[in-house]
T-cell receptor, first 115, second 112 residues
């Protein structure tokens, strides 16, 4: 079964450092997403990406965050200067076209710990 | 009112029990509805879509009431492996703007 892969599975960083989380979406999918889940809280939408540009972003996705699809396979989330409150599990997801556009497949997540 | 609100939990039931989860959503423009399952420290996985006419998948039945903006999930004959957190998910728009809005989830523990 096709899957979304994410790296790293866990990253520990110091406050103020830059972090890049990487994702390889399912190969024929067109829509890409980042979500986050702070421990014990709900899954929250960060950003959606389609046709090489951001299609929607939440209020969480401020200037500290950016996304990029540098090549045909990777989809990255960069946090420029991490804060303690950025500690969370970050999930990448992708979806296909047509009726499949609303059916997201999530990766296993990247756990970010900011010290 | 929260965008997606689920019953508070957790639920702790014996094997074989029937359990029902409820969910309400605030945006009447919501178009698509899902139940996802999330195991501890894992990613959400699609359990089933929810259709207006109601739909069933084995022991799982999902219902949607658009007038009341209410979704439900019924699990019959609970198994130990059903222990997980169940997430109610609503989508307002489709295509490039398929932003899934998650409820907080309700945790189910099935005991022997």
């Amino acid at each position: 079964e096709p899957e979304v892969t994410q790296t790293p599975s866990h990253q520990v960083t110091q406050m103020g450092q830059e972090v890049i989380l990487r994702c390889v979406p399912i190969s024929n999918h067109l829509y890409f997403y980042w979500y986050r889940q702070i421990l014990g809280q709900k899954v929250e939408f960060l950003v959606s990406f389609y046709n090489n540009e951001i299609s929607e972003k939440s209020e969480i996705f401020d200037d500290q965050f950016s996304v990029e699809r540098p090549d045909g396979s990777n989809f990255t989330l960069k946090i420029r200067s991490t804060k303690l409150e950025d500690s969370a599990m970050y999930f990448c997801a992708s979806s296909g076209s047509g009726s499949g556009a609303n059916v997201l497949t999530f990766g296993a997540g990247s756990r970010l710990t900011v010290l | 009112r929260k965008e997606v609100e689920q019953d508070p939990g957790p639920f702790n039931v014996p094997e074989g029990a029937t359990v029902a989860f409820n969910c309400t959503y605030s945006n009447s423009a919501s178009q698509s509805f899902f139940w996802y399952r999330q195991d501890c420290r894992k990613e959400p996985k699609l359990l089933m879509s929810v259709y207006s006419s109601g739909n069933e998948d084995g022991r799982f039945t999902a219902q949607l009431n658009r007038a009341s903006q209410y979704i439900s999930l019924l699990i019959r004959d609970s198994k130990l492996s059903d222990s997980a957190t169940y997430l109610c998910v609503v989508v307002v728009a489709g295509g490039a703007n398929s932003k899934l809005t998650f409820g907080k989830g309700i945790t189910l523990s099935v005991r022997p």
